[in-house]
């Protein structure tokens, strides 16, 4: 199952006026997820870097559901059903 992911916060930049707009790098960057996920739990960073490579900001990454990983042999009895053709 695809998880949805949400920035925890927004980022803006503010630029005066006739400025060159930066040219900025994003760098996603998840955590391991061991057993499950519960609403609101931080999964990873956004490390938003300018053109010369320094970091700028970093943005947390959440999720709005919760999330239980499968054990193996659930995995494992998903994957079967998937290769005989039984949904």
Do not use: M
Request: net charge positive; aromatic share 6%; hydrophobic share 35%.
């Amino acid at each position: 199952k695809d998880i949805d992911l949400y920035l925890v916060s927004d980022y803006k930049i503010l630029l005066k006026k006739g400025s060159d707009v930066p040219n900025y790098s994003y760098e996603v960057v998840l955590n391991k997820i061991d057993n499950s996920i519960r609403i609101n739990d931080i999964v990873g960073k956004i490390l938003v870097k300018d053109s010369d490579g320094n970091e700028v900001t970093r943005l947390d990454i959440t999720v709005h559901e919760e999330y239980k990983k499968a054990s193996f042999l659930k995995l494992l009895k998903h994957n079967i059903k998937r290769l005989i053709g039984v949904k």
